[in-house]
């Protein structure tokens, strides 16, 4: 691939800086080592790059064009392409495909156009084309070019499937959602066709590995929680050797010419101060150290691998299965109320570990703040087999307000038609000071009789950032100021954090103070 392809295309410097980066590094080397078998030869490694670029940045537009320029340079080629999870390749990604690869003149091939066409998707391809060197066992979550380069779809909630490929290239969207395991699991499938691609270029005299071959590359928006900061390992390696490793970092402002007029000002009326630092601005979140929950991480308390799959012949797509919820167990809700933020967590007790698998919020509503949420949860839970449910939460709840004739708990009620109901709300909220010592036993884990508490990064981001950013005093109170400032997102404010605090005190505060009382824990205050 020659820079004079890629300026057939319109992209803006930055994606440009980078495809020229990829298309003509130098990654691959001559053994220095003498007592090393391979010494002399080349054939040695791939380029590790990063487009670590902000909402709007163009980061899902250059890993297509990547795509396309890796189609015509390694045919027979098997690339991998990994998310985290199948819908987010199939949805985010190919939504964009065809367009983009229409601009290199490649065509989704169709039976109806006289069997014209130069890549097929989800599907075996027409048996005259040639195959991959290491063809897939099955097309499924395929797209397989005429030449036989083929892009195999992999989600990173299921590594253990992944450790038989052998890849030629490896590319991944939105790394910085994907944990680090799953990059030990999938980075030694890149391996495959040592000498079967040639550096073309004469300088190189043919003696060295193609520049596109062995290509670990990966496009990221900043990362929300802790665990995705491990994106920023390929940076600090392209510091110390700049042949091996590329890394770049993109705003929206560097792809102003393709986005509408006035996209970054739309994006800041309608997103957090915050969330436009992060999804715009490309400025990592960052944790509250020492803050109230003092024994929360992240990576222990949360999971991510959230389904499984099945593949839909109609939709020519795979249909996701959740993993962590049981329809025919129990659900456990808990709330937390507020004039202007509503916000509620929906859990399971599975006895040895408890389980947060989901979280709603609502700020505005054209109704009320409680029928918007209550419309949320049955809207997604509603066809729940086993219709029981306890619910915990806010004690402010029990009160009936002067110009209403029921309580928030009385009309949160009546939405629970035909379920078997329990109310386990306190007429008082306890103590912070209290609940500290609790839950932070509970998240210590070294009591084998408490439950692991876990929760789902995929339905409860909120949560896990809400309980990330709770402050502590010096009285080990909880710091509500996020509560009352204006600029605030509100969803990572403690509102959630309190609700998954009113339902683990009740349900569990008994066990763990009689635990406590037999073993060293948490101190009480």
Known sequence: MSATNILNVRVNAKQLTFLQAVSTNQADFIQPDPKNPTYGQAYQDGLRACFQGARGSGKTNVLLRLLAESSF??????????????????????????????????????????????????????????????????????ITFCNGYTIIMISADRPETQRGLNLDQLFIDESATISREFMKVIRPTVRANKFKYSDPRPERNGTYNHPLHWLVCDFTSAPWLPEGKWIYQTRDKARENPNRFFWIESTAYDNLEFLPGNFIESQREDLTPSQFDVEILNIPYNKIEGGFYSAFSASTHSYDKTYRYVWNATTGKSDEIRLDYDPERALEISFDFNSKFTSMVVAQDFGDEFRFIDCFYVKSSTTTLIDSLMGMF????????????????????????????????????????????????????????????????????????????????????????????????????????????????????????????????????????????????????
């Open 73 to 142: 340079e390694l045919p027979g080629a098997l690339a991998g392409l990994a998310g985290k999870t199948f819908k987010q390749v199939q949805d985010i990604v190919l939504s964009q495909a065809k367009t983009v690869w229409e601009e290199y003149g490649l065509i989704e091939f169709n039976t109806k156009y006289k069997d014209f066409g130069h890549y097929v998707v989800n599907c075996r391809p027409p048996a005259h084309w040639p195959k991959p060197h290491n063809s897939p066992k099955a097309f499924e979550n395929t």
């Open 378 to 525: 049955h809207g997604k839970y509603g066809k729940h087999k086993k219709k029981k449910v306890t619910l915990y939460g806010d004690a402010s709840g029990k009160v009936v307000p002067p110009d209403k004739t029921k309580s928030i708990y009385q009309q949160i009620r009546e939405t629970f038609t035909g379920w078997s109901y329990t109310e386990k709300v306190r007429g008082y909220n306890v103590k912070y000071k209290f609940r500290y010592k609790v839950i932070n036993t509970l998240l210590l884990e070294q009591k084998p009789e408490l439950p692991r508490i876990r929760m789902s990064q995929d339905n409860c981001k909120p949560l896990i950032i809400s309980i990330e950013s709770a402050p502590i005093d010096s009285k080990y109170e909880k710091d509500k100021t996020s509560e009352r400032r204006k600029n605030f997102p509100q969803e990572f404010a403690t509102h959630l954090s309190d609700a998954f605090d009113y339902l683990l005190y009740e349900k569990f505060s008994k066990k763990v103070l009689v635990s406590s009382r037999r073993t060293t824990g948490i101190i009480a205050h």
